[in-house]
């Protein structure tokens, strides 16, 4: 059964420095979504991504934030400058449809120090 | 701003009781999801409901959507260890948007 693939599943940076989280969504899927989850609490929106470009974004999505689809398989999302607040757990998820469910990968757990 | 409300938080049961999770929501929306997580790991779609009235069932649980009520459960039928972990429901309002989760429902089914 097709996936949705996440790399790296862990990653550990220093507070302040840039990360890119990448994604491999389902291939003949068109919806591309990102969310986190702090631990131990409940996944919340990030940004939607369709037709090349952001669909729709969360309070949470702001200026630090950016997604990309650099090519036919990828999608990213870079965080500039992090901060101790950004650990999480990072999960791409992706549908065929805007009104099919939503397959979601493995996570990256990103830790901030 | 759509919310989605879960109860219980936590759940301690022992294996053979029967529950019932509720997940209450407080706009129009004839889609809802329900996931599993187990700790550490992903989320596992369990059910899709797309209609009101919509039952779906696989296994020890079945999932019912209430779309006037603004509310979904999920029934746990003689729980066994296995079924331990956090539920989560999502309501998609449709098009590009973004599910919104409730906070989950924690389960520990003792032996």
């Known amino acids: 059964e097709p996936e949705v693939t996440q790399t790296p599943s862990h990653q550990v940076t220093q507070m302040g420095q840039e990360v890119i989280l990448r994604c491999v969504p389902i291939?003949?899927?068109?919806?591309f979504y990102w969310y986190r989850q702090i631990l131990g609490q409940k996944v919340e929106f990030l940004v939607s991504f369709y037709n090349n470009e952001i669909s729709e974004k969360s309070e949470i999505f702001d200026d630090q934030f950016s997604v990309e689809r650099p090519d036919g398989s990828n999608f990213t999302l870079k965080i500039r400058s992090t901060k101790l607040e950004d650990s999480a757990m990072y999960f791409c998820?992706?549908?065929?449809?805007?009104?099919?469910?939503?397959?979601f990968g493995d996570g990256t757990r990103l830790s901030i120090l | 701003e759509l919310k989605v409300e879960q109860n219980p938080l936590f759940l301690s049961m022992q294996e053979g009781k029967n529950y019932t999770i509720y997940c209450n929501y407080s706009t129009t929306s004839d889609r809802l999801y329900w996931y599993r997580q187990d700790p550490g790991k992903s989320l596992e779609s369990l059910f899709v409901?797309?209609?009101?009235?919509a039952v779906k069932q696989e296994g020890r649980l079945m999932a019912s959507l209430d779309t006037k009520a603004r509310l979904s459960t999920l029934h746990i039928t003689a729980a066994v260890h296995d079924l331990s972990a956090t539920y989560f429901c999502?309501?998609?309002?449709?098009?590009?948007?973004?599910?919104?989760f409730g906070k989950g429902t924690h389960l520990i089914i003792q032996p």
């Open positions: 998820a992706s549908s065929g449809t805007g009104n099919q469910p939503q397959h």
């Open positions: 291939s003949n899927h068109l919806y």
């Open positions: 409901l797309l209609s009101n009235g």
């Open positions: 999502a309501v998609d309002t449709g098009g590009a948007d973004g599910l919104t």
